[in-house]
């Protein structure tokens, strides 16, 4: 997805708590830049600063950084002679999305309400049960040692 010049994520939008990839091939990498760090940070007062050395490939610079719970994202690129692109001033600002509850499921899980097994589950057990009982009594069965218990209930 392109946002804006020459700056690549490999998502569609920017959503909280999410990694997202950046590629940059934007005016440092044109000019042939062997090192090129991405300086970031999240709203306006540009919370949780930090900067992180970018990977070179053929397709430019590639990172991977974690979107915290913001409004924005800000970005801004620069080479090892500390020379910066910074959108003229004005710094590369994206959007980031609330994580959606939908798509978060919540299992209500209390002492009063059991869970239920699962049919797969109960009928491995009794598969397993089923095949513990042949391997054990079958020799036994053919072999002719295997005595019956008796009720002596006769009273």
Avoid at 63 to 78: D, G, H, M, Q, Y
Wanted: hydrophobic share 35%; with cysteine; charged share 25%.
């Amino acid at each position: 997805m392109e946002l804006v010049k020459n700056i690549f994520f490999n998502t569609d939008k920017l959503v909280e708590n999410s990694v997202v990839k950046i590629s940059y091939t934007g005016k440092l990498f044109q000019d042939g830049s062997d090192e090129v760090f991405i300086h970031y940070g999240f709203g306006n007062s540009w919370d949780n600063l930090n900067e992180i050395k970018m990977e070179k490939s053929e397709l430019g610079f590639q990172a991977e950084i974690e979107l915290v719970p913001s409004e924005t994202l800000n970005l801004c690129f620069r080479n090892a002679n500390n020379e910066w692109d910074n959108n003229d001033g004005q710094n590369y600002i994206f959007p980031i999305e609330k994580q959606e509850l939908s798509l978060v499921v919540k299992e209500d899980v209390s002492i009063s309400a059991p869970r239920k097994l699962r049919k797969t589950y109960l009928w491995s057990k009794k598969i397993r049960l089923a095949v513990y009982k042949l391997i054990t009594y079958l020799p036994k069965i053919i072999s002719g040692n295997y005595k019956r218990k008796v009720n002596n209930d006769n009273n």
